[in-house]
């Protein structure tokens, strides 16, 4: 069969050719040794022997393949045609790559996130409860649960199996006597058996090791194994110090297993979860499986049935009803992450869309260039099939180069992506490169090619042979130009609906960014630290950590103020119920709470607005007082001062002492009158770490990682000094990450930062695109028009007056296009909506900035190419 | 001007093929000794245009029964050589009966009335 390929007939050919030549001489040798001379030998030879040729055709018709053979055939033209117009066919080639590369990525997130099977066992069968709400009419769901609604569903729903994760990051993991920072999940005892995932070694934690007072272990993931300890065959078994206590290993779970949502772990400790403490509040979220031979309505009336039970922690109110039901595992998931992955994979089809236009419009040109090439070669016998198929060659060994490039620049552009959003949205991760997506490439390479290759292609085969051989030398506007103008037309609409939508993402961002935060945001450096950790269980243990590392910071010089704070501005804060003392136990209100040292106010710079800040004499011991902020004053003492009044929230009851200014934060509560958006001010209550409970720290810091922050000139230095201060106080201690207040604030706008640039970097390629498109229709139409105007200007008419022809016909193309991506925009916006702040989807300011950018765009796209035509000289123009 | 394929497969009635099996069973040899190891063991009564060989050759070759590779000559020049592979070998012993019985049977029809 291989000899019978096309490509290996030019060897085979010689080789044939080689052994009759041999033959010959061999021959001529021989009848010259018999005494016959060197001429008579030759001529004998050649006689006896017949014509060479003859018989290599006689092979060659032997081992002809026709379909093969005209294919393989078309295909060198069609390479040939190519190298001759290197820069068309690289632009092609390259923009193609660009834009394949770009949907590649994009589809491969879109693949990992949205339509593939979970990467478990029967994923059908995993779904999470869900709570649903109506309040006054309106329902919401919500993925999270307490421990009764746990309880509730674990002892008295038979038909499914559930298993529960509580909050978890990083925590210290100490291997001999060296301190690592470790990310772990707290997870309850069912969830490998859920998952439907064994330990590749040892075993999972039992139920008795999932309740208070069980022994204390731990599940290794199969990185932490390879990272940590170096993969040892007696890692099972062996005691590690875990938030300072020790664990056993009990398990090494499977490579690659990750956690239901994506997201990557160290290793697994039971979550132990209860109804109270963690499990008191809404801090659970849940994978359930359906056991076999139960169905979903089964579950889903049990779930009802267990209804009273499952919400016992929860407040009665009459104006609202609850229910427990399941949503499947994959659809709960991808909800999640569905709104930025739709928006980017819309953005990047409309890119690859405005791609093959302009590869289609340049065909076109093309092939108006080659229409003599074309007539000539129907002229001599070509079918109009043969040169259809000729050009659609051309566009599937173009697409086919692009794709085969563009999977090149999918690998990079994907690995860009997940580093780039890799922050905010960790299941991007989940997305790798692999059969299905060279699959999508393919295919989108072989649309690709459809798309653009057709039209040309079909153009083509109408040709009138006998006009266009006899030359008609063109003036204005051939009927037939108009395919490329509304391509061109329709290029410059889908690029304007990306741009609209940046302009959208763009002023959002900068509303955001231009947010007065509410502190000195400049000369702070913070460094967050973990105390989940069994040395610092208790108040005194705690307070001591944080008095003795913050002595050492304010002794060290530079450092002009220090604090600490369970959180800071511009991150999510904890939230929970407070109430008045004086007022009814039922009506408590949701609140953000924050523990502070005394010098948070004077470190952050936020300023005091009436009453006091703490002082030292606020300590232990002494009247338990609180701040509150002005959003605080705002919602919940409208009426009178906040100030003198006495709260409950978390132990003691406390007095409020002052009122200090808002700072932003990520917003963590909902509902009436509260600021929504992605950093708002929201009600908040400051209390001292000194005037707090154990087992409030204990349940705190389960969840969050204090934060210390020092206020320096030299904030290099000040890192520095951090990090030793904390190590200093406690060895054992590792610091997680060390941030300028600067770089807290802009990872809080990572989101929309991300967001901004993915999808402008698709409408600059766009808008870039859509120019090229039109600077191909003017320098074509000045390129057809020379004789004309050079009749024109012969006559009188200036050069000026012939660019500014010329270059209208172009400024108007693009004004149709605007008018017409505008249209297009206002359902087209829709997909942005849910990441835009304070800007309406019509917002006017980004309407006129798309159009004067596009005006901009468009006018130097045209006059370019028209400006060849201040060079024209008449006389030569007509002589041609 | 070319001639079709099988002209002289029709000339010899396909017995050219088995010719050069029956040559290179002796050992493997290249063209020309084929040719004129054809001419000298029939008396120089078949006598073949040597390029007509090639075609044979490479339909030989191709149906595998052959096989080819490139030496050198007595005379120190290179040639391809031919030799008969074990399907070769095969193939030529069933055509080789067959064509017997065939020589046999019109000689039978030649030599009555």
């Known amino acids: ?880 | 001007m070319r001639r079709r394929a099988g002209n002289d497969r029709d000339l010899l009635g396909g017995t050219l093929d088995l010719l050069i099996l029956r040559v290179v069973r002796a050992g493997p040899a290249h063209g020309l000794q084929i040719a004129e190891s054809i001419e000298q063991k029939s008396d120089d009564v078949l006598l073949v245009e040597q390029g007509s060989l090639y075609p044979a050759l490479h339909r030989l070759e191709e149906r595998g029964w052959i096989e080819a590779e490139w030496g050198l000559s007595d005379t120190n020049r290179k040639a391809k050589f031919y030799s008969l592979t074990r399907a070769g070998r095969k193939h030529l012993a069933a055509e080789e009966s067959r064509f017997t019985q065939l020589a046999r049977a019109i000689a039978r029809v030649l030599r009555s009335t």
């Open chain 1, 1 to 880: 069969m291989r000899r019978l390929l096309p490509w290996r007939r030019a060897a085979r050919e010689r080789d044939r050719d080689a052994e009759m030549r041999a033959h010959m001489a061999l021959f001529v040798e021989q009848l010259i040794e018999r005494g016959i001379p060197a001429g008579e030998a030759r001529r004998q030879a050649r006689v006896r022997f017949g014509n060479p040729r003859v018989r290599l055709e006689e092979i060659e018709d032997m081992n002809r393949m026709p379909i093969v053979e005209t294919i393989w055939r078309d295909a060198r033209y069609a390479i040939r045609v190519l190298a001759r117009t290197p820069a068309f066919t690289l632009t092609a080639v390259a923009t193609l790559a660009l834009v394949i590369g770009a949907t590649t990525a994009v589809l491969s997130l879109a693949d990992a996130l949205l339509w593939r099977p979970l990467p478990f066992p029967e994923p059908d069968k995993l779904a999470a409860i869900i709570r649903i709400e109506t309040r006054n009419g309106v329902t919401s769901t919500t993925p999270a649960l307490d421990g009764a609604m746990f309880e509730a569903v674990r002892d008295r729903v038979p038909s499914l199996d559930i298993a529960v994760m509580g909050g978890g990051g990083g925590i210290n993991l100490v291997l001999n006597g060296t301190p690592v920072y470790a990310r772990h999940s707290r997870v309850s005892e069912g969830f490998s058996r859920v998952l439907g995932v064994t330990p590749a070694r040892g075993r999972w934690f039992n139920a008795d090791e999932d309740r208070a007072g069980g022994s204390a272990v731990t599940v290794l993931s199969h990185q932490a194994w390879q990272r940590y300890f170096a993969a040892a065959e007696d890692v099972v078994g062996r005691t590690v110090l875990l938030r300072g206590e020790p664990h056993q290993i009990v398990g090494i779970m499977p490579a690659g297993f990750q956690s239901v949502d994506g997201v990557e772990f160290d290793l697994w400790v039971p979550l132990r979860a209860s109804t109270s403490g963690e499990g008191g509040g809404d801090n659970f979220w849940s994978v359930t499986r359906l056991k076999p031979g139960a169905s979903w309505t089964q579950a889903k009336g049990e779930l009802v049935a267990v209804r009273e039970d499952a919400f016992r922690l929860q407040r009665a109110r009459s104006n609202v009803t609850r229910d427990l039901s399941v949503q499947p595992m994959a659809e709960s998931l991808a909800e999640r992450v569905r709104e930025p992955i739709v928006l980017l994979s819309s953005a990047v089809m409309a890119v690859l869309l405005i791609a093959c236009v302009n590869l289609a419009s340049l065909m076109l040109a093309r092939a108006d260039g080659r229409t003599q090439e074309i007539a000539t070669r129907m002229a001599l016998g070509g079918g109009r099939r043969a040169v259809v198929r000729q050009l659609m060659v051309e566009a599937i060994i173009i697409a086919g180069a692009g794709g085969l490039a563009g999977l090149v620049t999918g690998y990079f552009g994907l690995q860009g992506l997940q580093t780039l959003g890799g922050q905010r949205f960790e299941q991007w991760s989940r997305a790798a490169i692999d059969g299905r997506v060279i699959a999508f490439a393919i295919g989108i390479s072989a649309l690709t090619s459809l798309a653009f290759g057709l039209a040309p292609a079909i153009r083509a085969s109408r040709l009138n042979v006998a006009r266009a051989l006899t030359g008609s030398r063109g003036v204005a506007g051939k009927a037939y130009r108009w395919p490329r103008r509304v391509l061109v037309i329709s290029e410059v609409a889908i690029g304007v609906v990306l741009l609209v939508a940046t302009g959208l993402l763009v002023r959002t961002f900068i509303n955001v960014r231009s947010l007065e935060p509410g502190f000195d945001r400049l000369n702070l450096v913070t460094a967050s630290v973990s105390l989940r950790d069994a040395r610092y269980n208790t108040t005194a243990s705690i307070n001591q950590f944080f008095d003795q590392s913050l002595q050492r910071l304010t002794a060290t010089p530079g450092i002009e103020s220090a604090a600490i704070s369970l959180e800071v501005p511009y991150e999510r804060l904890l939230n929970l119920g407070f109430r008045y003392a004086d007022e009814d136990a039922a009506d408590s209100s949701m609140t953000n709470l924050c523990y502070v040292t005394p010098g948070f106010l004077r470190a952050m710079g936020i300023p005091v607005k009436s009453g006091r800040d703490f002082s030292e004499q606020d300590r232990a011991g002494t009247p338990p007082v609180a701040l509150v902020n002005e959003a605080f004053q705002r919602m919940y003492s409208k009426d009178r001062p906040a100030i003198g009044r006495r709260i409950r929230a978390s132990g003691p009851e406390r007095e409020i002492v002052g009122v200090v200014g808002d700072v932003k934060v990520r917003p963590s509560l909902g509902g009436p009158g509260m600021e929504t958006g992605p950093l708002v001010s929201q009600p908040l209550i400051l209390i001292l770490a000194s005037q707090t409970t154990d087992s409030f720290f204990r349940l705190v810091h389960t969840w969050f990682t204090p934060v210390w922050t020092v206020r320096a000139r030299d904030t290099g230095a000040a890192s520095v000094a951090l990090t030793r201060a904390i190590s200093e106080t406690d060895p054992l201690i590792p610091v997680s990450s060390v941030r300028s207040m600067d770089g807290v604030m802009s990872e809080a706008l990572t989101e929309q930062r991300l967001l901004m640039t993915l999808v402008g970097v698709l409408a600059s390629a766009a808008i870039l695109l859509a120019a090229i498109g039109v600077h191909g229709v003017i320098a074509h139409t000045v390129a057809e028009r020379r004789r004309e105007f050079g009749i024109r200007i012969a006559l009188g008419a200036t050069a000026a007056d012939a660019v500014r022809s010329v270059s209208l016909g172009g400024i108007s193309l693009a004004a149709t296009g605007a008018v017409a991506g505008g249209l297009l925009s206002i359902p087209a916006t829709s997909l942005v909506r849910s990441f835009l702040w304070r800007v309406e989807v019509s917002d006017p300011w980004t309407y006129a900035g798309v159009a004067i950018a596009l005006l901009v765009v468009a006018t130097v796209a045209s006059v370019l190419p028209a400006l060849r035509l201040l060079r024209l000289n008449p006389a030569e123009a007509l002589r041609n």
